[in-house]
């Protein structure tokens, strides 16, 4: 078979109860769109049936494929994910999103314009963050973080974003953080590399708690953040 234009990579974590219909779902919608595609599930440590689940999927569906690094690592799997895409384009996505709207447009602005990433924005105007307000006053925060720390002048790093993997694949393998805070460093650099960017509005809904508590994760990210000042600001 030849190689799909799109890869969609989507970490998963203790995703057992909705994996199944997501995926199901999201092969539904993208049954309309003009383009040929993968999903790849980059599994990550589960403790639950995510990866049995993941593999029937694999097995019922020539377009899904399954890889595990066999630990909780969100960055170390998105950034497999993205290795192993055999797309020209690679659209990172969320379990609980499989936004296909965002699908759509961010492929169109990459066929059509000179941009090399563009970024699913939950923060900029136009944006709707239906998340509890502590989910989203968290997101300004960390923002925040970076626009200090790091010099970030976008409004968002983590979630929805596509990009020609030809053009990030330096940065992708620049990149020294893992866990939460690898997609900041991979949109931060990007940026800083001068690559041409486009950040688009999304709606956001929890569609479930997330799989790991917000206040657990915080030290780690923290860390990772002070790394990767370390990195950037002084190692370059």
Not at 86 to 93: F, K, N, Q, S
Request: aromatic letters at 6%; charged letters at 25%; proline letters at 6%.
């Amino acid at each position: 078979m030849s190689a799909p234009e799109i890869s969609i990579v989507i970490p998963v974590y203790n995703e057992e109860p909705i994996l199944h219909a997501a995926i199901v779902d999201l092969r539904e919608r993208l049954a309309g769109c003009d383009f040929s595609y993968e999903i790849l599930l980059a599994e990550n440590g589960s403790r639950d049936a995510t990866v049995e689940v993941a593999c029937e999927l694999a097995a019922r569906y020539p377009v899904v494929r399954c890889l595990s690094i066999g630990e909780p690592n969100y960055g170390r799997a998105l950034r497999r994910g993205i290795e192993e895409a055999t797309g020209e384009i690679v659209v990172c996505d969320e379990i609980d999103l499989c936004d296909v709207g965002f699908h759509r447009r961010a492929v169109a602005l990459l066929r059509e314009e000179p941009v090399d990433m563009v970024i699913g924005s939950k923060l900029m105007p136009g944006a709707r963050d239906e998340r509890p307000i502590l989910r989203h006053g968290a997101s300004h925060f960390y923002n925040g973080l970076l626009r200090l720390a790091l010099g970030f002048s976008g409004t968002d790093t983590h979630g929805l974003k596509a990009f020609r993997k030809q053009a990030l694949m330096p940065i992708v393998r620049s990149c020294v953080v893992e866990r939460d805070v690898f997609a900041s460093e991979l949109v931060i650099r990007a940026y800083r590399a001068g690559l041409s960017i486009r950040e688009i509005p999304v709606r956001l809904m929890e569609k479930r708690p997330p799989s790991i508590n917000l206040l657990r994760r915080v030290p780690g990210v923290l860390r990772a953040l002070l790394q990767l000042g370390w990195a950037i600001r002084v190692r370059g």
